[in-house]
């Protein structure tokens, strides 16, 4: 199989915060995969802005570096395309709180007919004053773009007041709220799979799901970005975003058709649905050191902190189909294995034919968003051999790479395809002003009810699966976690 890569449109792209940690390890990484690629034209730039005082050339260095150091890419990239893709990009020195650098950065992106798309890749305080200033100075015609990066807000007040500071100067076809949990290649199978196949949609119900888990683990702990964790916590930094688009996908009814409205429509609808979580359906866990590695409170540098590095809830969604299956999800860092997984635990069958001996099973359909992307469904079979009729469950696998062959390890990482997804101006699979401020909407009564109790989170083991609380959430509906390994 040979893919198509299909170039996009000429475009100008700025990258406010530049010469930060995200646009080092991801956003520059990933634009020189797409110009590999061959889906850049040779009349894109990539201009990186920041205060930092250095000219085009100090940020080609600095590009050449972060490529060298990030770019985990295929080897079709080879070493000498370094200095093409360099050619394309260059450096203004600006404040997003000042009048420094803005005319120069005017002059350089006037009269260009190309796409002109600006990444807010600065910490979000910043948000408002970008737009402000692209605003006066120019830019914010009505082809250009804006990629606002997380968080979006810290609640539902403050997303609301954003998005109203950026509908001042954009139109919401403009904005591109990124997560990048919607560019990952299976997470978008997941709507491939459910809408492209008779096999699941009629099974995709509480009559025949018995309960669904989201597992979001991470090995790392916070490192460099502490400050900015220890404001946030698990529930904040991937709970109200990430899982959540996750939960909507899974759960969304079938959008009439693959447009970035009528998915993001169904996918408010799944959230507005979501009932609140009550305090005995929610585990919070904090990190404990181990294996050499610090734990968390000397991690972020305050040792009296009750922020969570691990949250554990159940979900329930009160609308036709869900009634009565509950999503499980969790999140952490420092856990046993880095895996990201959703379950979906199918319901033993009605009336067993065999005897005792033979067990109870179940289906499990497991997509899997990382490692080894790609999905299995667990299928109970006869074990072989003789000694009667005993059942064995065994995984129909689809791993991608060994499904697709070579094509499957080119796929682009997420950045990349949400990048080229701005520039083609298709908003699928970004978030809409209104799904965001109702993911808060449902995120702050738990925050504000460990506040108000001033709860401290379950300390847990460094490479655990989290504390036992988080068992326990299952335990008690007479279910499991499944482990987290690779
Ligand atoms: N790093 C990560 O893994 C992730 C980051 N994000 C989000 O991405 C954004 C950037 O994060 P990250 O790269 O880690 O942050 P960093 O602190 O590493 O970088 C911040 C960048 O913003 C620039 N900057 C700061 N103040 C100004 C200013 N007044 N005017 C213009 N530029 C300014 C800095 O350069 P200078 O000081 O020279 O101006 C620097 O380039 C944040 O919103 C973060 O939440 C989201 C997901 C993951
Ligand atoms: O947005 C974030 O995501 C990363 C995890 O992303 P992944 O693609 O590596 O799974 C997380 O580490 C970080 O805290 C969070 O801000």
Known sequence: MVSRVIPVDPFDLVIF???????RRKILPALFRRFCAGQMEDNSRIIGAARADMDDAGYRDFVREAIAEFNTGPATCEAGTVDGFLERVGYVAVDAMGEDGWEELGRRMRDRNVVQAFYFSVGPSLFG???????AHGMAG??????????????EASARALNATLAEH????????????????????LMAVRFGNMLFEPLWNSQYVDHIQITVAETVGVGGRGEYYDKSGAMRDMMQNHLMQLLCLIAMEPPAKFDPDAVRDEKLKVIRALDPVEPQDIVRGQYTGGDGQPDYRTQVENPDSRTESFVALKARISNWRWAG???????????????SEIAVV????????????????????????????????????????????RLVDVPLDMTFADALGPDAEDVPDAYERLIMDVIRGNQTLFMRGDEVVAAWAWTDPIIAAWEERGEAP????????????????????GRRWRDIRV
């Open 17 to 23: 915060g530049g010469t930060g940690d995200l646009a």
């Open 129 to 135: 004053a970008l737009a402000e200033r692209l605003h």
């Open 142 to 155: 009505e082809g250009t773009r804006i990629v606002v990066e997380k968080p979006f807000g810290r609640d």
């Open 170 to 189: 954009f139109d919401e076809s403009q904005i591109y709220r990124i997560d990048h949990y919607l560019g990952k290649e299976t997470v978008q199978n």
């Open 325 to 339: 299956t509950p999503f499980y999800l969790r999140t952490g860092k420092r856990l046993r294995a880095k895996v």
């Open 346 to 389: 199918f319901k033993e069958t009605p009336h067993s034919i065999f005897t005792e001996d033979a067990g109870r099973h179940r289906n499990i359909l497991t997509i899997r968003l990382q490692p080894n992307e790609g999905m299995d469904l667990g299928v109970t079979i006869k074990e072989p051999g003789p000694g009667g009729m």
């Open 458 to 477: 379950k300390p847990y083991d460094s490479g655990s699966s989290g504390p036992e609380d988080a068992l326990a959430l299952l335990h008690h509906d």
